[in-house]
């Protein structure tokens, strides 16, 4: 008892501690507030040690460090920048596509100043802040016109509710698809005050499907392009081109949704044909539909482009408001989209093909040079460290059946939880290293780094 009350004894007193040296410059970095309330919470945890047998002069010598570490902990970001060696380009969960330096600096002009957003410098009155896209994306997909929202998602919620909202919209039984997060095309329809008449089967859906279905109350056909599965075998679709002869003879509108949406003809860099939104508008469709951050590799935007009285019609619904973007990613848009107006040098400047396009005998060439230094660092764990062959892919439902040849890192261990072990070491360094599992090593796909520095550096925090 003795020994626990000289224990206590040891232990500072929230006011003691705060006028140390030790305290005063953790208030001078963290604040009173919370350097007080972290104090407390550790001084409760050395207490209860302490009533447990713990030295408590041992205790107190400790504090100054523990309390910085908690505070440091508490303070950082959870939101934190992660090396992706997953092999998945636009990796959903690490925030898809990585910007352009041209459009990091264009939010970054956005975020330090004030911007001419819905201001028109010529005429001294009102602007829209769809104007500054609105010119780039007919230029680039040749619709009449355009207008952007907060995702691809939000942009077919917005079509649907505008043109179909308390009528039936079309779509094949073989196009309702569930989208990340468990979203499903029809409770998305169904939120946007549209009936779902299906047609068709899974696997095969005729012209005639279509056709026979459409009535007085149908308010537009949907073609959802089935970008994060495929469906082989017996199977018929009918073609944009095709739906598109049907909508028009019946006098209904046409809406495309291509998910990801590519601006670039993807087979120019190695990878398999995507429809590009300006092959989807030429096809007839009177909207088209796509994201911002997938392969068109910008920020998160969903973009509707298509006949101009029906962009007027979804910018006059009140909803548009609750769906429009910020000043940040309109600039950033605004310059990933200038980019694609020099194709020549696209993918030297737009860092989601560069990654694509990346030769897997580069990739392979670079896990030689790293693989006996990065297995050096390894060896104190008992890891062993081999270059290997692996599969990228595109990711975000893009392409889901497409494999990238690529070559990264393969790391062993003793023990057959051995890669979960070092997956869990690698993932609490201070900047995260993010591979997958597979055959019993964990793969390191290098893919995606492009300085060898990145993965050394990161690594020497083991």
Do not use: W
């Not at 973007?325 to 093909?353: C, N, Q, V, W």
């Amino acid at each position: 008892m003795t020994r626990q009350k000289s224990g206590f004894r040891a232990l500072p007193s929230a006011d003691q501690f705060l006028l140390s040296e030790a305290g005063k410059g953790l208030v001078a970095i963290y604040g009173r507030k919370l350097t007080l309330n972290a104090l407390r919470a550790r001084l409760d945890v050395a207490r209860a040690a302490i009533q447990a047998g713990e030295d408590g002069t041992a205790l107190a010598a400790n504090l100054a460090g523990q309390l910085a570490a908690d505070l440091s902990d508490g303070v950082r970001s959870r939101l934190r920048p992660v090396l992706n060696l997953t092999g998945t380009v636009l990796h959903t969960n690490l925030g898809r596509a990585i910007l352009a330096e041209e459009a990091i600096r264009a939010a970054h002009t956005a975020m330090a100043n004030p911007l001419a957003l819905e201001f028109d410098l010529d005429g001294g009155g009102r602007g829209q802040r769809d104007d500054h896209l609105r010119g780039l994306l007919c230029e680039l997909t040749g619709a009449e016109d355009a207008t952007v929202v907060n995702n691809n998602a939000a942009a077919v919620l917005i079509v649907l509710n505008t043109l179909a909202a308390g009528r039936e919209a079309i779509v094949s039984r073989g196009e309702l698809i569930e989208i990340g997060g468990a979203f499903r095309m029809p409770e998305i329809m169904a939120r946007a005050g549209v009936r779902l008449f299906e047609v068709g089967t899974t696997n095969r859906t005729h012209p005639r499907d279509y056709a026979n279905a459409i009535t007085p109350d149908t308010g537009l056909i949907l073609k959802v392009h089935t970008s994060n599965y495929r469906i082989e075998g017996f199977t018929a679709e009918v073609s944009a081109f095709e739906l598109a002869e049907i909508a028009r003879k019946a006098g209904v509108p046409l809406l495309n949704d291509l998910g990801s949406g590519s601006l670039a003809d993807l087979s120019n860099y190695g990878l398999r044909r995507e429809p590009t939104v300006a092959e989807a508008v030429a096809e007839g469709a009177d909207l088209v539909t796509f994201s911002g951050d997938k392969l068109l590799g910008g920020p998160q935007a969903g973009f509707i482009v298509g006949r101009r009285e029906l962009i007027a019609a979804i910018n006059n619904n009140p909803m548009k408001r609750a769906l429009r973007l910020d000043k940040i990613r309109i600039a950033a848009l605004e310059a990933t989209l200038r980019l694609y107006l020099d194709p020549e040098r696209l993918a030297e400047r737009l860092p989601t093909l560069r990654l694509l396009a990346r030769p897997q005998a580069e990739i392979r060439a670079q896990a030689e040079r790293l693989a006996p230094q990065i297995g050096r660092m390894l060896q104190p764990l008992s890891f062993e460290v081999a270059v290997c062959d692996c599969d990228s892919q595109i990711g975000s439902g893009a392409l889901p059946t497409e494999k990238i040849p690529s070559a990264g890192l393969g790391l062993t261990g003793a023990g057959g939880d051995a890669p979960d072990r070092l997956s869990v070491r690698l993932r609490d360094l201070d900047m995260p290293v993010i591979g997958r599992i597979h055959s019993g090593a964990l793969i390191l796909d290098l893919r995606c780094l492009e300085r060898d520095i990145d993965l050394i550096s990161a690594l020497a925090g083991l």
